[in-house]
């Protein structure tokens, strides 16, 4: 593929297109009309989003304990740190889920008003509300206790999941678990019920994972994991490594590796990385150990966000951490110098940057 008036063939622009960051590639498209019509093609934006799938980041939300000022952040192990806006929606939001460049943000004036944006396209689009009533859909306070985004690049197409436990007007709740999914064809809401006793801290409701067609949650126990296969609308429990240890001091995090549902363990001086190679069959393979003695002072409050075969991103209260994994080294991306603000991971997702559109 040669464009006949240019110093490079074609395949050697669009290879060169495909790792500019998002906003670098659109002022690349106004440059001539070759440049427009290669970063337009079907076949660039699959490239590009594969490439994107391969440079993990981390999206922070920076914002004092009063909440009332707030900045967005993206750090990228390549390209370091970049500041964005969810402004564009015209709306007070809070991030909810990340799925392969989507964002799904919640309206904090106006509950149960859902967004799924591209913050680096800056297109977004406003999910229809539900028919299900506020008042006797979740329990405790109205708002769904997991949220889930399932974005499928390779489909064109998102899910979003809300689910929390129910409770009928005036009484208790009964363990009946509530299911809402958005499909983004479909453009409407569909619901199902079924029974949970599982509950969920706050990381495990961050960290919620899409692998094979289903959306993955850490239970609060870390005792497993609950799977959601959104073609059958099952759940059903997958089961942790069996040399994981148990006890005092041993954390568990859930996160993707490479496509791959991975879990990692952090304990006193030890952070243990684990892989499901074998979905269908859920063998667990130990990837890596990692020593954490140059970080001691750091372990209890560090948190696993998002990581490649290659790296391992890591927040702690006010730092945001980079691990390489074939040279053990340890990197410190970014430090937030004011004294009042909220945990770093208390808001952070596993990010990248792709062009795939939500609408």
């Known amino acids: 593929m040669n464009s006949g008036d240019g110093f490079f063939p074609d395949e050697v622009i669009l290879q060169i297109l495909a790792r500019l960051p998002v906003k670098s590639l659109f002022r690349a498209k106004t440059v001539c009309k070759l440049w427009y019509r290669i970063s337009s093609d079907k076949y660039f934006i699959r490239l590009y989003n594969e490439m994107a799938a391969k440079n993990p980041m981390v999206f922070v939300e920076v914002s004092d304990s009063s909440e009332s000022k707030s900045s967005l952040i993206c750090v990228d192990s390549f390209r370091g740190v970049s500041e964005f806006s969810l402004d564009f929606l015209k709306d007070r939001v ?3 889920a990340s799925c392969n460049g989507l964002l799904c943000c919640s309206s904090i004036p106006d509950k149960g008003v859902y967004y799924v944006c ?17 008042v006797t859909r979740f329990y405790p306070d109205g708002e769904a206790t997991l949220v889930g ?3 499928n690049i390779s489909m064109h197409k998102f899910k979003v999941v809300l689910a929390g436990y129910h409770r009928s007007f005036g009484h208790r709740p009964d363990g009946t678990f509530i299911c809402l999914v958005f499909d983004s064809d479909l453009n409407r809401w569909r619901k199902f019920v079924s029974f949970q006793e599982d509950h969920f801290t706050h990381m495990n409701r961050n960290q919620v994972v899409f692998v094979n067609g289903s959306l993955h949650w850490l239970t609060g126990s870390c005792s497993c994991i609950l799977a ?5 609308d099952i759940w059903r ?17 859930l996160l993707e590796s490479d ?6 363990q952090i304990c006193e001086a030890w ?6 190679k074998d979905y269908g069959n859920e063998q667990w393979h130990l990837m890596d150990r990692v020593s954490l003695r140059c970080i001691r002072g750091m372990v209890p409050g560090i948190f696993p966000i998002s990581q490649t075969g290659e790296y391992v991103f890591l927040a702690t209260h006010k ?21 009042s603000t909220l945990p770093l991971w208390f808001s952070a997702h596993a990010f990248r940057s792709t062009i795939f559109s939500c609408n």
Not at 239 to 253: C, E, H, I, K, V
Not at 271 to 276: A, Y
Request: hydrophobic letters at 35%.
């Open 259 to 264: 496509g791959c549902l991975s879990v990692i």
């Open 118 to 134: 591209n913050p680096m396209t800056r297109e977004y689009r406003l999910l229809p509300k539900s028919r299900e009533r506020h």
């Open 228 to 232: 959601l296969d959104l073609d059958s």
């Open 271 to 276: 952070m243990k990385l684990w892989v499901m």
């Open 94 to 96: 809070k991030v909810r």
């Open 237 to 253: 429990k997958i089961s942790l490594p069996d040399q994981m240890s148990s006890g005092t001091g041993n954390r568990a995090y």
């Open 149 to 151: 985004l399932a974005c």
């Open 319 to 339: 730092q945001v951490l980079v691990y390489h994994r074939k040279s053990r080294v340890w990197k410190e991306m970014y430090s937030v110098k004011n004294t």
